[in-house]
């Protein structure tokens, strides 16, 4: 076996995670979810989702990680726990699922780009998604996004990952903050930052039954938990820096980049007169496109944003490739960039029945948000603070100054609050499948 990679430098394994991190789900999801869930109300949830849940569980994945020094399936074996190798397998499977059809959204996006550049979508933006979401075309951007993700990930965790993202995130970040600012200048457009940024509390508590579990999901997801990436990245670390404080950072980094998103979604949206509710997969899309077609330079503004969906789309699908990839390049003789490419047919084909049709795709989707994710987030959580326990809390200990009171805190944090906030919403999600699927009229609760 050859000698395992390792990240550069510290700076480049955190923005490579702040890549994985920032994705369709903070610019697409984030702002429509939101607004879906009562505006402001839900990001009060989300955030306290994100701090008190999604982090502790991102430090669980990280202290696997970097012990290992292996793929998420092998990992477990290697921390004298074989027993555990299901919670690997689950997340690699997440991955591998998870990439299929997130690749036909970033096929979506990459047409969006070329479509704001040529105005194709001006003169009707719902019919142009319902035209280029499903068929035969969105086979062939599915095949062009997929293979862009491959590209990078056969070049390696340095010269690929490395180094596509230390150029991707901030330029997501300088190109958000651009557009937020021109949006800043939109007449009207301070509805929309009262709409997102004043919490109303009535709509709050009347609808905290189903705010928390689509702010908990939407946290795992956004942080790219539970499907093996943040313990693949860390297993690249070779270092002893601090995994509290590179987490943190990757955290805020991330939420920083969806609030910003909001920020230039909501005052467009409401400069407009056009209200940010709930609409399926395609809503964004739609009222995006729609909203660009109204705005003097709307081609230009239409391009940036969508430039920035697609690198944000990218660094989180390479992250879900490598996750696969890295089983194999443990475990075989084979090139890394025969492996990747072959992966990448793999997921390609399991992904184009999601590009055939859009009810498919949503299935797809609802299977790994309601079913795959809060399973593996939930077993990786009970093997970390149950299982693993004392190694654990010297693995984050080690290379940083947090006292033991501060990892035993995290410890009781991974072993009670974060795994039922997680059940909660493993139980509400395949309650929202047997409804989806029509075996249940109505929630129960
Ligand atoms: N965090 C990504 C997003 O918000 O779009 C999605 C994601 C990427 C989830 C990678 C999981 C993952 F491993």
């Known amino acids: 076996m050859s000698q395992r990679e390792t990240w550069a430098t510290r700076v480049g394994f955190i923005l490579a995670a702040v890549g994985s991190a920032v994705g369709l789900g903070n610019i697409w999801q984030f702002p429509f979810q939101t607004g879906a869930n009562g505006g402001a109300a839900f990001i009060v949830v989300y955030l306290a989702a994100v701090f008190l849940i999604g982090f502790p569980a991102m430090l669980a994945e990280f202290v696997v990680g970097r012990r290992a020094e292996r793929n998420p399936i092998d990992a477990f074996a290697r921390l004298g726990h074989r027993n555990w190798k299901i919670v690997g397998v689950l997340g690699t499977l997440s991955a591998f699922w998870i990439l299929s059809f997130y690749s036909v959204v970033g096929g979506w996006v990459v047409r969006y780009v070329l479509g704001s550049a040529?105005?194709?979508y001006f003169s009707g933006s719902e019919a142009y998604f319902g035209a280029i979401s499903a068929g035969p075309e969105a086979v062939g951007f599915h095949a062009v996004f997929m293979a862009l993700t491959v590209g990078v990930v056969a070049l390696g965790v340095t010269d690929g990952i490395e180094r596509s993202t230390k150029l991707m995130v901030p330029s997501i970040v300088i190109l958000l903050g651009g557009l937020a600012v021109w949006a800043g200048t939109l007449e009207g457009g301070a509805a929309g930052y009262a709409y997102y940024l004043s919490p109303d509390v009535d709509v709050l508590l009347a609808n905290l039954g189903s705010i928390l579990p689509a702010a908990v999901g939407q946290a795992f997801f956004t942080l790219s938990l539970g499907m093996g990436a943040m313990i693949t990245y860390a297993s690249y670390l070779g270092r002893d820096d601090s995994l509290p404080v590179d987490g943190a950072t990757i955290v805020v980094l991330n939420t920083f980049v969806g609030l910003l998103a909001g920020l230039v979604v909501f005052p467009i949206l409401f400069s407009l007169g056009i209200e940010p509710g709930s609409g399926?997969?395609?809503?964004?899309?739609?009222?995006?496109?729609?909203?660009?077609?109204?705005?003097?330079a709307g081609r230009f503004l239409g391009v940036g944003f969508f430039v920035v969906l697609l690198l944000a789309a990218l660094s989180s699908a390479i992250s879900l490739l490598e996750v696969?990839?890295?089983?194999?390049?443990?475990?075989?003789?084979?090139?890394r960039s025969t492996l990747a490419v072959a992966l990448g047919a793999a997921i390609f084909a399991l992904g184009v029945p999601s590009a055939l049709g859009v009810p498919i795709l949503s299935w797809y989707n609802a299977i790994a948000y309601n079913l795959l994710l809060p399973l593996s987030v939930l077993t990786l959580l009970l093997f970390v603070g149950w299982a693993d326990t004392d190694d654990a809390v010297a693995e984050l200990r080690r290379g940083t100054d947090l006292s033991e009171g501060g990892a035993v805190a995290w410890l009781w944090f991974v072993r009670t609050l974060v795994p039922l906030g997680v059940l909660a919403t493993l139980l509400l999600g395949l309650q929202s499948l047997a409804v989806k699927a029509g075996l249940l009229a109505a929630p129960l609760v």
């Open 324 to 335: 696969v990839t890295t089983y194999l390049v443990d475990n075989t003789d084979r090139s």
């Open 280 to 296: 399926g997969l395609g809503a964004a899309f739609i009222t995006l496109a729609g909203a660009f077609a109204q705005l003097p």
């Open 118 to 120: 040529t105005g194709a």
